[in-house]
Structures are given as structure tokens and as C-alpha cells.
């Protein structure tokens, strides 16, 4: 099995995790791919554990035949490596070594659980709808899409930006506001849910329409289907504005339309069989927990 390790820090928790995560793997045969970021950790762990040089695939590029790609950090080391691999069908699964993890969901604790059903077969994969950004006038933009979220805001300045949103090319409202969000389902737990968007399953194969700051108390969120394209024309005092897709941020012109729409490609998640959508937000939001006493 062809296994890859991504990260883009290395702290003191990534390096106790790509070292369990190196042993149990290498104990079972796999072949790893390591990402250039661990190259001197991974340098210092070959030769602990003796791994031959044959268990190592030697490209900087995660390769196309990888079985799976495992992430360790958080929520933004996962979003990262969905850019990294490009949109190309190789589930991912994170460890967690960040805060929240949302996304990055397996515990260090899990880690040899979480090999063993990969080897096993014991696990689902969760197929997670992706944005994609077309602008106009065309922008150089490398990876246009975003798992969790699009988002336009103002930037250096203390004035709000306005915003007007199409669906379908029908005129929805103009946002007066410090920002505007579009997120998928996988996002609805990010930015969105801090700007007071709702949580809502990540099969729900919907939109979620979020302002930021809006100068109109009776602008809420809307939910729709995404088989929509929103189209955002943006208008700025500082004649710029900032444009985000999931954790990289671009300067753009005012006068720019952004169109969005869902990709054709979805990214593949392993989800272990103990973990559930329910149970993740109910732990991780501590639903339920009474801290009075």
C-alpha cells in the first residue's frame, strides 16, 4: 500500500505523530511518500527504525497512485493538502495535532486504530462538495476551488464593501457588510458558523449565503440548493478587496465578478466507522455539556 504523509509545520506534537505514524506503517509494509516540509524529521526516524530506501517513494510531488494521504496539524493542514493534491482521487484522512478539527478528526490516541482499518477495509469514504471560483476579467488564481468556503472581504480600511448576489442571474440583494461567505456543507462549520451561519450536514448538497458584519440587522443567512451559480459584484472606497478559498487569500480589483458554482470533482474523505457528523459537533461544540456545576 502506497501511503503519503503531509504537513506544512513541524512542532513538537507533529513529530511524536509522524513518528508513531512511520513506525506503524513501516510494520506493516507500506510504502510512504513524505512530504519535503518532514524531509529532516523523516531523515532522523529512517535511520532509528532502519527503513530501507525502497519503503520510501522519492518525489517532492504527491504522487498520482497514492492509496491514501494523511494529513498531520489541523483544519488548515488539511485544507492545504486539498489544494496540494489538486482534485485528484486520493482519499485523505487527518490527524489531528491542531485545535478544533473538524476536519482533521482522528486523535493521536487513534492512530493505530485508524491504520489498521485502512489495511482492514473497516472505514467510509465521505464524498465532500467543492466550490469552484471563476472571475471576470479572468485573475491569475493557481487552484481555484475551496472545500469549505469563498469569501470577499474589505480590506485596510474601517469601510464597508457592497456587494451584490445573483442567483442564476437574478438579482438577490446588495450587502452592505464587512464580507460576505459562501460555504459548502464541510464549510458551514468554519467562518460561516463564527458569522452566524447554520450548521447543516455535509451531504446536504447546498450553499450557505453568510454575511459578515451586515449593516442591515435583517439580513440573515440563506441555504440554497447548489445546483445554483452565484455570481458577487463587489464595489469598494478602497477600490480593492480581499478574496479568500478556504486558507489563501488574494488582492483583487473592485469592479471584478466572482462567479461560483459547485466543481465537478468532489474530495474523497476516510471517515472511520466509530465517527459520526452528529457526534463530531456534539463533542467538539460541547452540545449537551453542562458547566454550571
Same mark, same amino acid.
Not at 532502519?50 to 510531488?61: D, L, W
Not at 474601517?158 to 442564476?168: G, K, L, N, P
Not at 459548502?184 to 449565503?209: C, E, L, R
Not at 487569500?249 to 474530495?267: C, H, I, P, Q
Given at each position: ?22 513506525? +506503524? ?6 510504502? !510512504?511518500?513524505? *512530504? ?7 531523515? #532522523? &526516524? =529512517? ?94 488564481? +493557481? ?6 468556503? !469563498?469569501?470577499? *472581504? ?7 464593501? #457592497? &456587494? =451584490? ?115 463530531? &459537533? ?12
Amino acid at each position: 500500500m502506497k501511503i503519503g504523509l503531509f504537513g506544512i509545520q513541524v512542532t513538537e506534537n507533529c513529530k511524536s505523530v509522524l513518528n508513531q505514524l512511520v513506525k +506503524t506503517l513501516i510494520e506493516k509494509d507500506a510504502q !510512504l511518500w513524505i *512530504h519535503p516540509f518532514f524531509y529532516e524529521l523523516f531523515s #532522523a &526516524i =529512517q535511520k532509528q527504525y532502519k527503513i530501507p530506501v525502497e519503503a520510501i517513494i522519492q518525489s517532492e510531488k504527491i504522487p498520482a497512485d497514492l492509496n491514501y494521504l494523511i494529513t498531520i496539524g489541523g483544519d488548515g493542514t488539511f485544507l492545504e493538502a486539498v489544494s496540494a493534491i489538486n482534485l485528484q482521487k486520493i482519499p485523505l484522512l487527518g490527524v489531528n495535532t491542531g485545535r478544533l478539527g473538524f476536519l482533521a478528526d482522528v486523535s493521536p490516541g487513534e492512530i493505530p486504530e485508524a491504520i489498521e482499518a485502512l489495511y482492514k477495509n473497516e472505514f467510509r469514504i465521505e464524498e465532500r462538495s467543492v466550490i469552484k471560483a471563476t472571475l471576470f476579467p479572468e485573475q491569475n488564481i +493557481t487552484f481555484p476551488f475551496a472545500l469549505n468556503d !469563498l469569501t470577499v *472581504h474589505k480590506r485596510d480600511t474601517s469601510s464597508m464593501i #457592497a &456587494i =451584490q448576489a445573483y442567483i442564476d442571474d437574478v438579482f438577490l440583494s446588495q450587502y452592505w457588510a464587512d464580507g460576505l461567505i459562501i460555504a459548502t456543507p464541510t464549510g458551514s462549520t468554519a467562518y460561516s458558523m463564527s458569522a452566524g451561519g447554520p450548521i447543516v450536514t455535509p451531504d446536504s448538497k447546498n450553499f450557505i449565503i453568510t454575511p459578515i458584519a451586515s449593516h442591515n440587522l435583517t439580513v440573515r443567512p440563506l441555504v440554497i440548493p447548489d445546483h445554483h451559480e452565484i455570481s458577487l459584484k463587489i464595489e469598494s472606497r478602497d477600490s480593492k478587496f480581499l478574496l479568500s478559498l478556504d486558507s489563501r487569500s488574494y488582492v483583487m480589483e473592485e469592479k471584478l465578478e466572482v462567479r461560483v458554482k459547485k466543481a465537478e470533482t468532489n474530495v474523497s474523505l476516510v471517515k472511520l466507522n466509530n465517527q459520526h457528523f452528529y457526534k463530531t &459537533i456534539r463533542n467538539k461544540l460541547m452540545w449537551g455539556v453542562d458547566k454550571r456545576n
